[in-house]
């Protein structure tokens, strides 16, 4: 009997102990506008701040599972969410006959589940793109965030999607 009532007086604290944990890892999740209320963000809420800083970035597409030419979204490691868009500030003629979405008419939005797969990917870009002047751009990584930017900018230019990438909440 001794033995039964040790094995459920420890059984009975472990269970409260697992209670308390499941409880502390709700916290924050209430009305009162704790950090777990915050909803990740994703490639369009970085385009919105984003284009709300540079006024001649404009939304050119949203990437779908069915549409992603690199067929990336989703996959392990590789981003969760994306976005093209187009810059004012560069010229139609330098970008005749490419397709639409292509990072070089202005640029894209890469969101990942976490900052490494996301430095692994703007790393990759850069590697891939090294010896290809005509696919080079500009790669701004913040947190899980890449901004992918066209190379038809000035550096001046595309140092204002950085300056805005680094911004990004």
């Keep these: 009997m001794n033995r039964t009532l040790i094995t459920t007086a420890a059984s009975a604290f472990l269970l409260g102990a697992l209670t308390a944990c499941s409880s502390a890892t709700g ?73 639409k979405g292509d990072v070089s008419r202005g640029g894209a939005i890469e969101v990942f589940g976490s900052p490494a797969d996301a430095t692994a990917r703007a790393k990759y870009i850069q590697a ?24 038809y900018l000035t550096p001046k230019q595309a140092g204002a999607y950085k300056s805005a990438a680094n911004r990004l909440s």
């Design 27 to 99: 916290h924050g999740s209430d009305d009162r506008g704790g950090a777990a209320d915050t909803k990740p963000l994703d490639a369009a809420g970085a385009f919105s701040q984003l284009s709300g800083k540079i006024s001649t970035a404009n939304l050119s597409g949203t990437v779908t599972a069915e549409n992603d030419p690199n067929k990336l979204l989703g996959r392990p490691n590789q981003y969760t969410s994306k976005i093209t868009f187009t810059d004012s500030q560069i010229s139609a003629d330098d970008v005749t006959g490419t397709d």
């Design 128 to 151: 891939v793109t090294k010896g290809m002047p005509a696919l080079s751009e500009y790669d701004y990584v913040h947190g899980t965030v890449v901004v992918r930017v066209s190379h």
